[in-house]
């Protein structure tokens, strides 16, 4: 989250007494929603509290958290919140938030490691060809079968195919069709 805001440094959120936030970048009242979305947007913030100008951002992104918690998009697992608990006064809780913090940022890169391996996977594979072909057949299926939409039939000749020439109408289609395909495999 080191992406600063389009001035010099991070946007600087001002938190009153009566616990409404306020942008100073763009003068306005936010909510805890709005810095939800500009923490998923890589913006850095600080938030200040507006009478003391002590640093709160910490109190206010595990606010957030909560709120996103009670939402019902949990991430967190009970069991993780309690061994967190546990840490608290232990002598080990001084490393738990460089450790949470690496281990956060590995989690980071390797999900975008796999988005990239996913779709460069499916890009330039078989599967990808096959989903194109698959597409343009679906395609041109979808298209025969639209009324009166069928190529070199004009509307005078629609009632003689229906009369005798349905089995060679659709012949002719299906012709046509399969050479569509093999153009679209080269």
Do not use: C, W
């Not at 600080?46 to 206010?60: G, L, P, R, S």
């Not at 019902?72 to 546990?86: C, D, E, K, S, Y």
């Not at 599967?127 to 079968?145: H, I």
């Amino acid at each position: 989250m080191k992406k600063a805001a389009p001035g010099t440094g991070p946007v600087i959120i001002k938190k009153y007494a009566n616990r409404r936030l306020y942008n100073t970048e763009t003068s306005s009242y936010i909510t805890l929603d709005h810095l939800a979305a500009m923490t998923r947007e890589g913006r850095d913030f600080k938030v200040v509290d507006a009478k003391t100008e002590d640093d709160i951002t910490h109190n206010v992104l595990t606010q957030i958290i909560m709120e996103e918690e009670s939402r019902g998009q949990t991430m967190l697992p009970v069991n993780f919140l309690r061994q967190l608990i546990a840490l608290y006064g232990d002598s080990m809780q001084a490393m738990v938030p460089g450790y949470l913090e690496a281990s956060m940022d590995s989690f980071r890169r390797n999900q975008e490691q796999f988005k990239s391996a996913v779709e460069g996977a499916f890009a330039n594979s078989p599967f990808a060809e096959m989903a194109k072909r698959n597409m343009a057949m679906f395609e041109a299926a979808a298209e025969a079968f639209k009324p009166g939409s069928v190529p070199g039939l004009t509307p005078a000749a629609a009632p003689a195919a229906e009369t005798g020439d349905d089995v060679s109408a659709l012949k002719a289609e299906l012709a046509r069709l399969q050479d569509k395909i093999e153009k679209l495999a080269k």
